[in-house]
T-cell receptor, first 113, second 115 residues
Framework: DSGVTQTPKHLITATGQRVTLRCSPRSGDLSVYWYQQSLDQGLQFLIQYYNGEERAKGNILERFSAQQFPDLHSELNLSSLELGDSALYFC????????????FGSGTRLTVV | DQQVKQNSPSLSVQEGRISILNCDYTNSMFDYFLWYKKYPAEGPTFLISISSIKDKNEDGRFTVFLNKSAKHLSLHIVPSQPGDSAVYFCAASEGSGAGSYQLTFGKGTKLSVIP
């Protein structure tokens, strides 16, 4: 157990729907990062939050949004889902900003049918 | 445009022998490199890293070599053990301090260590 908790582990939904993925960071970590891993692709950076504020954006679609709450958990909202959104979504956390201390969760597998 | 490339999708090695996983990058701004290991149904776990001011970093059975002029790094595992069988991801970033945030990953190499 890495200490980063992602729920749900699996999610199957239909095209056009909206889903919310949840991430609880490791205790004491202030930064949360979201990554997407599509079939045969490396992990693609989506977005980073630090202590409730958005810090950086990567290749995140406009249909996707995220936020980090006062208790530091984060949610990734995916709307108007398309078949191509099927992927593994990973959350990682670290104490501060900076890539040296990432700890990843075990991911949420999203299947859009 | 893939900035971090792992050109071998898979690699098979006999137990006890050396495993060499390779990674190339194109972005000259990358100066911090990491290797992650991933088992099925788990998230990636950090293995070893190297800063661009070094050309080698060693941690037990794992050694990472960096050739900046060739924009190439490699991970050596000696000796390889069956428990090393996993997908290995190479990752890179611009810096490792407070201003850095984003890791750029390769697609991964699946290592199989045969007993």
């Amino acid at each position: 157990d890495s200490g980063v908790t992602q729920t749900p582990k699996h999610l199957i939904t239909a095209t056009g729907q909206r889903v919310t993925l949840r991430c609880s960071p490791r205790s004491g970590d202030l930064s949360v990062y979201w990554y997407q891993q599509s079939l045969d692709q490396g992990l693609q950076f989506l977005i980073q939050y630090y202590n409730g504020e958005e810090r950086a954006k990567g290749n995140i679609l406009e249909r996707f949004s995220a936020q980090q709450f006062p208790d530091l958990h984060s949610e990734l909202n995916l709307s108007s889902l398309e078949l191509g959104d099927s992927a593994l979504y990973f959350c990682a956390s670290s104490v501060a900003t900076g890539v040296g201390g990432y700890t990843f969760g075990s991911g949420t597998r999203l299947t859009v049918v | 445009d893939q900035q971090v490339k792992q050109n071998s999708p898979s690699l098979s090695v006999q137990e006890g022998r050396i495993s060499i996983l390779n990674c190339d990058y194109t972005n000259s701004m990358f100066d911090y490199f990491l290797w992650y290991k991933k088992y099925p149904a788990e998230g990636p776990t950090f293995l070893i890293s190297i800063s661009s001011i070094k050309d080698k970093n060693e941690d037990g059975r794992f050694t990472v070599f960096l050739n900046k002029s060739a924009k190439h790094l490699s991970l050596h595992i000696v000796p390889s053990q069956p428990g090393d069988s996993a997908v290995y991801f190479c990752a890179a970033s611009e810096g490792s301090g407070a201003g850095s945030y984003q890791l750029t990953f390769g697609k991964g190499t699946k290592l199989s260590v045969i007993p």
